[in-house]
């Protein structure tokens, strides 16, 4: 692997997990991460929901920012007339392709999803690129997001002659920004996503007492939008347009892995040779020491599917895990019951979980380790292990059952997958979608400055979630990644992933300053704030 220039080495020495992980209150005091120092004066606004019509975005987005960022020209002759003061007319919008509607079902047949169930055939072996369009929004079905989200999953994933997934040699933050922007990755994948979580930068241990690695890639057209708008470099993402906003196509994923060993590698799961920094103990705290990697073979225990459609550029937020041979999570288990119907003293599960000791109680649960034992001549924490469970069993508010549509695509795809006879080598299928959150009409409710999760305080969304009429989102309004954010799943402090994804300003703990106000702010309020990976770029390099 290529030496680091200082900016790329502190991308990756600090980055973490909060890149692209939702979050919780939690508390700050523990934060793992130093931040960066502030890039301005603090401004925050009201911590409710605004879904009314944005007054200063257009959701399709928009390139006119014209902000001299140092050497980075940002938008050309346009933004320097506006800034200028002279009114520039902006390009018409291309029109947003409309998805075709689905067919009606055969007379007393059950809707599938897909509703044409024709369009699956093609995805194995190889999967096709992704053909976007607009989806319905409420009450029309909710499938063809469900159906986009396993398209990219499965291209991400699409194994080489050696299993190695795809996306391991996507874009990365080290070769995407800085010094280094534009190189191969190296030969054997580097994870440079950290190791500890968003909210209370807590490590998950797993059940062997290895802590669970973290990996961030990007698709060639998110690095395609960051060189087109010149934001390589931490100076140009401050200075970005605020309206600048992602195209459809963009992808960025985040991974958790877990250690196994080499010469026993489990056959059910996606497995790769990796390069992760060596960790340290440093003054009570885990730090990552990127000058000495290791070299291991990890198992893919989660992923998170992030992409954009035609007409939503917010991102559809989507994950997936991995089932055993019946489908079921064996990363870890699903409560009983929604969090309100759940006894602190209820045990979730008498059996146990790649991340959860059998017996642990839901009070027990979820909880980061309060001190660190960490053996650094072993990696590992020899008496130590975190137990996480799934709060929100359906990932919604309202209900412990998967979504209907959810339910029927995993099942067309695990008898995909039943029947295409692929080799050993492809183990897509043994991983299912667990759901997905997007704006539900983002010409409505996306824009600068907008908080993106559902007022709570309506009584029609209290009982229905984001199934109700007035749900600004759609699709699993509970989501979240028990291997990626493990101990942020309350109910007051975890609604979804946009309770962190939003276009408000942004502070150095990844969080929105509405809600994070002892914090400096990194990120000024911007459509791209959507993604942590330019906060984070913003606030390793103030």
């Known amino acids: 692997m290529h030496g680091h220039a200082p900016l790329t080495r502190l991308l990756i020495a600090a980055v ?74 902006a390009p018409p919008a291309a029109p947003v392709e409309e998805c075709p509607p689905d067919p009606e079902p055969a007379p007393g047949a059950e809707p599938t999803c897909p509703g044409n169930v024709a369009e699956l055939d093609s995805w194995l072996p190889v999967t096709p690129a992704v053909h976007g369009c607009r989806p319905p929004s409420h009450p029309d079905t909710e499938c063809r997001f469900y159906q986009f989200s396993w398209q990219n999953f499965l291209i991400a994933t699409q194994p080489d002659a050696d299993g190695k997934p795809a996306f391991l040699g996507w874009g990365t933050v080290e070769n995407t920004f800085g010094a280094h922007a534009g190189e191969p990755s190296p030969e054997v994948p580097v994870l440079s996503g950290g190791v500890t979580q968003a909210g209370g930068r807590q490590v998950l241990v797993d059940q062997n007492g290895h802590v669970v690695y973290y990996g961030m890639h990007m698709n060639r057209q998110f690095v395609d939008f960051v060189n087109e708008h010149h934001l390589i470099t931490a100076d140009a993402v401050r200075h970005a347009d605020p309206n600048l906003a992602f195209p459809a196509d963009v992808v960025e994923l985040k991974s958790a892995w877990q250690i196994v060993d080499d010469g026993a590698a489990p056959a059910d799961f996606i497995t790769a040779r990796v390069q ?216 007051d402090s975890f609604p979804n992933c946009f ?21 400096p702010v990194t990120m000024e309020a911007k459509m791209i704030n959507v993604s942590h990976i330019f906060s984070e770029v913003s606030r390793l390099n103030p």
């Open 276 to 491: 992760v920094p060596t960790l340290r103990m440093k003054d009570g705290q885990m730090a990552q020491d990127m000058t000495n990697m290791r070299e291991v073979t990890v198992a893919l225990l989660a992923l998170h599917v992030v992409f954009t459609l035609p007409g939503h550029p917010e991102f559809i937020w989507s994950t997936f895990q991995h089932v055993d041979a019946d489908g079921l999570p064996d990363v870890a288990p699903n409560a009983p019951a929604n969090p309100q119907a759940t006894s602190p003293s209820a045990i979730i599960s008498s059996k146990g979980g790649l991340l959860y000791h059998s017996g642990t109680t839901a009070a027990s649960g979820n909880l980061g380790l309060a001190s660190l034992m960490f053996d650094e001549t072993t990696q590992s924490f020899p008496t130590q292990r975190t137990s996480v469970y799934r709060v929100f069993p359906g990932s919604k508010s309202n209900t412990t059952d998967l979504d209907d549509d959810v339910t029927a695509i995993n099942e067309l795809m695990r008898d995909r997958f039943a029947k295409a006879q692929l080799p050993a080598t492809d183990r897509r299928g043994h991983y299912l979608l667990v759901g997905a959150i997007w704006q539900d009409k983002p010409e409505k409710s996306f824009g600068v400055n907008k908080l993106l999760v559902n007022d709570d305080s309506i009584p029609d969304i209290k009982k229905n979630g984001g199934d109700s009429p007035q749900s600004i989102t759609g699709g699993e309004d509970r989501l979240s990644s028990t291997a990626m954010e493990s101990f942020t799943q309350a109910t």
């Open 16 to 89: 973490g997990i909060a890149a692209m992980t939702s979050c919780g209150k939690g508390s700050h005091d523990d934060m793992m991460v130093d931040p960066g120092q502030p890039d301005g004066d603090v401004t925050t606004t009201p911590d409710s929901p605004d879904a009314g019509t944005p007054d200063t975005a257009s959701p399709t987005g928009g390139t006119g920012g014209g902000i001299d960022a140092g050497t980075d020209s940002m938008g050309g002759t346009g933004g320097a007339m506006a800034d200028a003061g002279i009114e520039v007319d």
């Open 499 to 519: 309770s962190c994804h939003d276009t408000r300003a942004t502070t150095g703990r990844g969080v929105p300053a509405a809600r994070d106000q002892s914090a």
